[in-house]
């Protein structure tokens, strides 16, 4: 049973398409998160949910915009894609608020390259 | 596949005492090894990476192809080092995804 589970892996696309990636958590957790790893392979934050409200948006373009249907899910819309979206998105899920130190679980990634 | 085991979940050690969080992988080829680390009320945050083999804030990690170990230390802990401890490995390429541990949490007691 995968705990953070992300699809798709993959998505190759055009540039100004609309794209989408689904997160789902069957941890019971409270909290999701979107991180995007960069060519350096840091991990940066991008949006984080606790039961469906959004705590952290960090500075991002307004093409990107995450929705939360329920605590389970979290989804990262992407409008207009361009070139620099190409990157690995992760979705990452804790109990509670991660700053307040629980421990994340993490997604499998999701490649996106923009062509 | 490639996979990255940290098989203690939580390890609990007294302030002054050496530390050593276990990282082991199974890859074939030359992997880039990571250890990521989050504070209480901080971002998760790159800790190192093996190709840097630079040692930050006492912590070093040494990459053993033989036992497919990435194992970090610390020779004295501090409490300010209590935190989540994540292991991740990648191919070479700078497009390839992170692979993560489930993560060790470390308790550094006074």
């Known amino acids: 049973d995968t705990a953070v589970s992300q699809t798709p892996k993959y998505l190759v696309t055009q540039m100004g398409n609309d794209k989408s990636i689904k997160c789902e958590q069957n941890?019971?957790?409270?909290?999701m998160y979107w991180y995007k790893q960069d060519s350096k392979k840091f991990l940066k934050i991008m949006f984080s949910?606790?039961?469906?409200?959004?705590?952290i948006n960090e500075t991002v373009p307004n093409r990107f915009s995450p929705k939360s249907p329920d605590k389970a899910h979290l989804n990262l819309h992407i409008n207009s894609l361009e070139l620099g979206d190409s990157a690995v998105y992760f979705c990452?899920?804790?109990?509670?608020?991660?700053?307040?130190?629980?421990?994340?679980?993490f997604g499998s990634g999701t490649q996106l390259s923009v062509l | 596949a490639q996979r990255v085991t940290q098989p203690e979940k939580l390890l609990s050690v007294f302030k002054g005492a050496p530390v050593e969080l276990k990282c082991n992988y199974s890859y074939s080829g030359s992997p880039e090894l990571f250890w990521y680390v989050q504070y209480s009320r901080q971002r998760l945050q790159l800790l190192l990476r093996?190709?840097s083999r630079e040692s930050i804030k006492g912590f070093t990690a040494d990459l053993n192809k033989g036992e497919t170990s990435f194992h970090l230390k610390k020779p004295f802990a501090q409490e300010e080092d209590s935190a989540m401890y994540y292991c991740a490995l990648s191919r070479p390429r700078n497009t390839d995804k992170l692979i993560f541990g489930t993560g060790t949490r470390l308790q550094v007691f006074p």
């Open positions: 941890l019971g957790h409270d909290t």
């Open positions: 990452a899920s804790s109990q509670d608020w991660a700053e307040t130190n629980e421990k994340l679980f």
């Open positions: 949910y606790n039961n469906k409200e959004l705590i």
């Open positions: 093996h190709i």
